[in-house]
């Protein structure tokens, strides 16, 4: 039954006929049932966290929801946060879809604890890149969606301080994953806070997203918030432009994508950072 239900859950995360959506349900169900039987909090956990991948695709939220709530108390009863940070991150998905965003964010933030606890377990390179940054990826995107949509101003700076919270510590797992040295984590603490720079010295943060890019402007009396409609394919793009046609010493050919990014990236920020000088 274990190979079963790996066999499965493998499937799972590929395209799907609904005709191999019910084979599969049914062997994560039967996974289930002897992984249960056997007091295996940790296979029961993956068999029901799948089960709740698998009706998140079919987009069937209630079973979804259901399933993956189940999976995270399996893994809870297990000690297991190497399964419990993804199903709370697939919680915080699911309640996304259902407009649900402060249980989202809950949910995110759990999800990122657990992460934390066994980062330096999870190995690197693909790992990493697949399985760890996306979640810091989409917990700040979810963020910066509820600033967006927040009126009252003590609540979007808090927001935003999280979110520049979260994007440093994917800074530093990606340090601590690209030198395989746990040493690398000790930067966090000499790391000094915006307000603590300079009264005229402004950080900039830019998460490239999906569908959009944002800025976040870090300056001595609080953080600001700047939406750029420029998807992150499109940035990444033409950075790369620019860098190979920077390497390019005798032509200007570089001009082109360099003044496109100033006006995307810079033009924004000008107003805010001349009213600080």
């Known amino acids: 039954t274990r190979s079963i239900a790996v066999t499965g859950v493998q499937t799972c995360a590929l395209p799907i006929s609904q005709a191999d959506a019910s084979l599969i349900a049914s062997l994560l169900d039967r996974a289930t049932t002897s992984s249960r039987e056997r007091g295996d909090q940790r296979l029961t956990s993956y068999a029901l966290g799948y089960r709740g991948t698998l009706a998140e695709r079919q987009q069937q939220w209630s079973q979804a929801l259901e399933a993956t709530a189940q999976a995270a108390f399996a893994a809870q009863q297990a000690d297991a946060p190497d399964s419990l940070y993804l199903w709370e991150w697939q919680t915080a998905r699911i309640l996304q879809v259902q407009h649900r965003f402060d249980d989202a964010l809950a949910a995110y933030r759990r999800a990122l604890f657990n992460l934390q606890r066994i980062r330096t377990d999870l190995g690197a390179g693909t790992v990493f890149r697949d399985k760890v940054a996306p979640l810091y990826v989409a917990f700040s995107d979810a963020l910066l969606k509820k600033a967006r949509e927040t009126d009252d101003k003590h609540q979007v700076e808090a927001l935003l301080r999280e979110v520049r919270d979260v994007l440093e510590q994917q800074k530093a797992a990606e340090l601590q994953d690209y030198f395989q040295d746990r040493c690398v984590a000790n930067f ?16 900039i943060y830019p998460v490239m997203l999906e569908d959009r890019t944002e800025i976040l402007l870090g300056l001595a009396d609080g953080m600001r918030q700047v939406v750029i409609p420029v998807t992150k394919e499109t940035l990444q793009r033409e950075i790369h432009d620019f860098r ?3 390497e390019k010493r005798t032509t200007f050919q570089y001009l ?21 000088h």
């Open 256 to 276: 082109r994508p360099a003044q496109q990014l100033y006006q995307w990236l810079v033009a924004p920020l000008l107003a805010e950072l001349r009213a600080q």
């Open 188 to 203: 966090k603490a000499k790391r000094k806070a915006v307000e603590a720079i300079g009264e005229h010295t402004a950080v």
């Open 244 to 246: 190979n046609k920077l």
